[in-house]
């Protein structure tokens, strides 16, 4: 069991937009703004999308969004395209141990 | 541009020892404070295995703590993970990491993966 919880799967159209959620307490997500967000392809390695909840690494599209409120962070996708179809993973700073959290996985399907 | 590239073998037989390399190239290993292992089962999701700062200030999942040890040789820009009396839980992909942020909680680079199975 994983310490943060995120849906199964989530899908959508192209062109529209998804929401990913990751819950977690207030030792973790609702604590800090230290959330992060992961994309991973198949066989691929996962690759940092979102950091400090809503910051973006250079070189991610403007399509991929972070927000928080409470103990749940989001993921938003707008504007889907088919190479968005991929596991996403959220983690997060906690003070209950020496590794940050990770959500159990959200499987993106594009219609 | 920081790269990571694990090798090790890919076939590890119950109870025997599990050593990977990850070489990192594009930048110093010296120049980070921090280096990490994390591993993902078939169809599972990600697990910390551990890291080390400074080179010399190793942390273990405590799950894991009393069979590996990560190390870091700075005169070879590689870090190193050894585990101890595998079992078939053990079968995973496991990625090199450059653990950042408060407490190197997430990881901004990684390497490709390495799959290693442990199976007679």
């Known amino acids: 069991q994983s310490a943060l919880t995120q849906p199964a799967s989530v899908s959508g159209s192209p062109g529209h937009s998804i929401t990913i959620s990751c819950t977690g307490t207030?030792?973790?997500?609702?604590?800090?703004?230290?959330v992060s967000w992961y994309q991973q392809h198949p066989g691929k390695a996962p690759k940092l999308m979102i950091f400090d909840v809503t910051d973006r690494p250079s070189g991610v599209s403007d399509r991929f969004s972070g927000s928080k409120s409470g103990n749940t962070a989001s993921l938003t996708i707008s504007g889907l395209q088919a190479e968005d179809e991929a596991d996403y993973y959220c983690t997060s700073y906690t003070n209950k141990g020496t590794f940050g959290v990770f959500g159990g996985g959200t499987k993106l399907t594009v219609l | 541009q920081l790269q990571l590239q694990e090798s090790g073998p890919g076939l590890v037989k119950p109870s025997e020892t599990l050593s990977l390399t990850c070489n990192v190239s594009g930048g110093s290993i010296s120049s980070s404070q921090n280096w990490g292992w994390i591993r993902q089962p078939p169809g599972k999701g990600l697990e910390w295995i551990g890291k080390?700062?400074?080179?010399?200030?190793?942390y273990y999942h405590p799950s894991l703590s009393d069979r590996i040890t990560i190390s870091v040789d700075t005169s070879k820009n590689q870090f190193y993970l050894t585990m101890n009396s595998v079992t078939v839980a053990d079968t995973a992909v496991y990625y090199c990491?450059?653990?950042?942020?408060?407490?190197?909680?997430?990881?901004?680079?990684w390497g490709q993966g390495t799959l290693v199975t442990v199976s007679s």
């Open positions: 207030s030792n973790d997500i609702g604590g800090y703004n230290y």
């Open positions: 990491v450059r653990p950042t942020g408060v407490g190197g909680h997430y990881p901004d680079f």
């Open positions: 080390i700062f400074y080179s010399v200030s190793p």
